[in-house]
């Protein structure tokens, strides 16, 4: 009886009510009474023909209703009722292995349940589906179904009712903004409608055109209006009118139409046949458009065209007059700009260079002579002299490389706050106690792909200048950090768009003007005096972070100090573990009896290494070229060690080596050793474990080190 009642009042309040959101709740709370439950709710089917959104309900704690959705899966209670049309019925749903129930369901303490659909209306895929709940364990009567499914149907029934009302009235709304549309066209249409019938009789004219010629209705429904074009328009107008007429192709002419003032202004009338239902003409549709201003301002611009094509000519002459100078200009001054850069370039080289050459060259005399007198004591002197000054070329060399970013990089991955650590110490003692030294590193900083021994390199150079900037003291900062580059800062810098780890070092020194910054970067330019500075510092870190993938900016200004910025490509993995320091020992890992294989075309290089080698007391295999060199690795037995130059003759150069010799011998290791830039050619394999990279030049005891420890790997 009590379910009853309950139809009856909800089948009431359905078709008296218009607010879908009061017939939900309405209707929630009507079926949990009358079930004598606990909670109930109405779940609204979305437009993806899945998901339920419980739309309105009763009893549920704050953050359900409204919010939650639920996707009705195979194998969910909400999903059977779906697909099925069937009530979904869950007496214990801590007993139930049928069905899947929200986390929502469970975390409310819901213990049985049951769904019934609620059916769409004609050709309409369900509403929803209406869920009855109780916090207990419980049976649900087959009257209880019954019940559920009529009271489901009359909620289907209330919610098709206005759905078919709101669509009726969105129609109606787009009728009358149609309507509203339509004659706020008419009215406001600078164009003047007219009729004709299929034999191109006049049946219409709007009143436009009778205050436009002063013309009743009556004149211009007879033939009045064949009166209104000017005598030179009117035959042309009438013969293509009857043309359009009969042929049944749309009508558009332009003549002048004598108004009630009894002058003329242009029209331009056009007109399109209205077809019936068998494809025949039963009358035209027509416009009347003034151009008047139009035809004004056609006329003044052709006359005015006229006077701009001789002015055109004229002008076009001069021009090509004024090229002609400007680009002799341009390129003498393009002439005159290469010579002066060309001979700052090669004076700051020849400078340096002679003075390295002067010592080496005076050293090599003084050997020569020392040892004729026999005076064998005073050699160490003057070699240590020659080769700290083959040492410092060997140093430019690379600067001048680095600032043409043509030098041979070993990037590997790398934690650039591990590299300040270990360099803080040499660089308090770099800058004495005057400045004050700050270190801020970020934690947890990214890991940076790099050479690590250029990034040393830039940052003792940064700190130097730093210090030359601070002659009476001051402070100098190091600090590390993540910026990320956006597309138009990357654009603006020539970069990759995306994440970058940051090495700034700033000081509180004199400051540049701006046009010191803007050459800053320039080679051997610098402010310092004569003798205390090659002006190649700041070239090879820029040329060094461009050819790294980063960027250089510096922020500095007269009187306020200066910061320079590092911008790092950051390496998704872990860093390297550093190298050895130089002063440490690995002969123990030579032992004797390793075959090491050396591959160079230079026959005073292969000779060094190998009197290396056998000094380390290994046996050694030599080739001037790749093709022999793989073959003399097919033949011998264990190699342990191949040792070969980038650069080599016979169409396979030193990269393409290495792959086919570890194809050979899957794990061989692979020093790769270079002179110039072939970086290019170098490519990935340098960064394949097992796989090493040494630039020329370089000292013997850095070959025996770097050897020493590869083998022991």
């Known amino acids: 009886m009590r379910q009853q009642e309950v139809l009856v009042r909800f089948g ?29 709710k109405v779940m609204e089917l979305q437009e993806d023909g899945e998901t339920l959104l419980v739309r309105a309900g009763v009893g ?11 996707k009705a899966e195979r194998g969910s209670s909400e999903g059977f009722a779906l697909r099925k049309g069937e009530p979904a019925v869950s007496p214990d749903i801590d007993a139930e292995e049928r069905f899947t129930y929200p986390a929502f369901i469970r975390d409310t303490g819901v213990r049985a349940l049951v769904n019934v659909i609620i059916i769409g209306g004609e050709g309409r895929p369900p509403y929803g589906i209406l869920q009855v709940d109780s916090l207990r364990p419980r049976e649900f009567s087959d009257t209880d179904i019954s019940f559920l499914r009529s009271y489901a149907n009359l909620l289907a029934a209330a919610v098709d009712r206005l759905r078919v009302a709101a669509e009726q009235e969105a129609a109606q709304q787009a009728l009358r903004e149609s309507e509203d549309h339509h004659r706020a066209s008419v009215e406001l249409n ?16 709007s009143d436009r055109w009778l205050d436009l010629t002063g013309q009743t209705r009556e004149e211009a429904l007879r033939t009045s209006w064949r009166d209104s074009p000017h005598p030179e328009d009117r035959e042309r107008l009438e013969g293509a009118w009857r043309n359009a007429v009969r042929s049944g192709q749309p009508f558009d002419m332009e003549a002048r139409i004598r108004t009630a003032s009894g002058d003329y202004r242009w029209l331009r009338a056009r007109a399109a ?30 006359a005015l ?55 080496i060259i005076g050293s090599l005399s003084f050997m020569e002579k020392r040892r004729a007198q026999g005076r064998i004591g005073e050699l160490d002197r003057y070699i240590a002299a020659a080769q700290s000054a083959a040492k410092r070329a060997a140093a430019l060399t690379h600067r001048l490389l680095a600032f043409s970013r043509r030098q041979t990089l070993d990037p590997r991955p790398t934690d650039i706050n591990q590299l300040v650590r270990g360099l803080e110490e040499m660089i308090r003692r770099t800058v004495g106690p005057e400045v004050e030294v700050e270190v801020a590193l970020r934690a947890g900083l990214w890991t940076a792909l790099v050479d690590r021994n250029q990034m040393e390199n830039a940052l003792l150079n940064l700190c130097i200048n730093a210090r030359d900037a601070m002659p009476d003291g001051g402070r100098l900062r190091i600090e590390t950090a993540h910026a990320w580059v956006d597309p138009l800062m990357a654009e603006e810098w020539d970069l990759t768009a995306g994440a970058y780890v940051t090495l700034t070092v700033t000081d509180t020194g004199t400051g540049m003007p701006p046009e010191v910054v803007e050459r800053a970067f320039d080679p051997f330019f610098t402010t310092k005096p004569l003798g205390k500075g090659t ?179």
Not at 60 to 70: A, H, L, M, T
Not at 190 to 205: E, L, S, V, Y
Not at 274 to 297: A, C, F
């Open 273 to 302: 046949p209205r077809h019936g239902p068998q494809g025949t003409i039963v009358g035209w549709y027509g416009t009347l458009e003034d151009i008047e201003d139009r035809k004004r301002l056609e006329n003044a611009l052709h």
């Open 12 to 40: 009431e309040l359905a078709l008296r009510c218009d607010d879908l959101d009061h017939i939900l709740e309405q209707a929630s709370l009507l079926v949990r009474d009358a079930l004598g439950s606990d909670l109930a």
């Open 190 to 205: 600078p164009q003047i409608p007219w009729t004709a019938d299929a034999n191109g009789r006049i049946t219409g004219f």
């Open 535 to 713: 002006g190649l510092g700041l070239s090879m870190i820029y040329g060094f972070v461009r050819q790294s993938g980063g960027h250089v900016r510096i922020d500095s200004a007269p009187g306020q100090g200066t910061s320079a910025v590092l911008y790092l490509p950051r390496h998704s993995g872990a860093a390297a573990a550093a190298e050895a320091p130089p002063g440490a020992t690995m002969a123990a890992a030579a032992a004797p009896g390793r075959t090491v294989l050396v591959v160079d075309d230079e026959p005073a290089i292969r000779s060094l290494v190998t009197e290396v080698l056998e000094d380390m007391g290994c046996s050694t295999l030599q080739a001037a070229d790749g093709a022999t060199g793989l073959n003399a690795l097919r033949a011998a037995g264990q190699v342990e060690l191949l040792v070969t130059d980038v650069g080599l003759p016979g169409g396979m150069n030193g990269r393409q080596v290495a792959e086919a010799a570890r194809a050979l011998r899957p794990g061989l290791k692979v020093l790769l050793i270079t002179g110039y830039a072939e970086s290019a050619v170098i490519g990935e394999v340098a960064l394949e474990p097992g796989i090493e990279l040494l630039t020329k030049p370089f000292v013997m005891d850095d070959l025996a080190r770097r050897m020493r420890r590869m083998l022991a790997a």
């Open 305 to 359: 065209n006229d006077a701009l094509e001789q002015r055109v000519i004229e002008r076009t002459e001069a021009l090509e007059r004024e090229q002609q100078q400007r680009a002799a200009a341009e390129e003498k001054l393009r002439q005159a700009q290469k010579m002066e850069a060309v001979g700052q370039l090669t004076g700051g080289i020849a400078h340096d260079f002679n003075n390295l050459l002067t010592a």
């Open 60 to 70: 549920w704690p704050p953050g359900i209703v409204g919010q939650v959705r639920v």
